[in-house]
């Protein structure tokens, strides 16, 4: 018996820099970009504590191009995704490992 899996990651943060937009070899556009989402708590001695979390964005074909006409860097985005693992080899023969939420919808939640 198969059972189902899920792979969907809701985000929201602020971009850390503004989309980087490039084109594969088939012409394809892509973005790509950091998002910092935050958390804060209060340790048990009083002391608050704030840290932020840095995820890789990337977002592919049509909506690459609306990303990249419309988010800026500290802009307050909700990301809806999938999480991704890909694996490469560096121009010194080293291989590499990056993990990042392939962005299938966004919406803004303020203004430029």
């Not at 704030?50 to 191009?65: F, G, M, S, T, Y």
Request: charged share 25%; aromatic share 6%; with cysteine.
């Amino acid at each position: 018996m198969q059972k189902n899996s899920l792979n969907k990651v809701l985000l929201i943060g602020r971009l850390g820099a503004n989309p980087e937009a490039r084109y594969t070899s088939t012409g394809v556009p892509v973005v790509s970009f950091s998002l910092a989402t935050n958390e804060s708590w209060k340790q048990k001695d009083g002391e608050n504590v704030k840290r932020a979390e840095w995820h890789n964005i990337v977002i592919w074909d049509k909506l690459a191009e609306i990303a990249q006409n419309n988010l800026s860097k500290g802009q307050l985005v909700s990301i809806e995704g999938k999480l991704q693992t890909r694996s490469w080899e560096n121009k010194e023969g080293q291989k590499m490992k990056t993990t990042e939420i392939v962005c299938s919808n966004f919406i803004l939640l303020d203004k430029k």
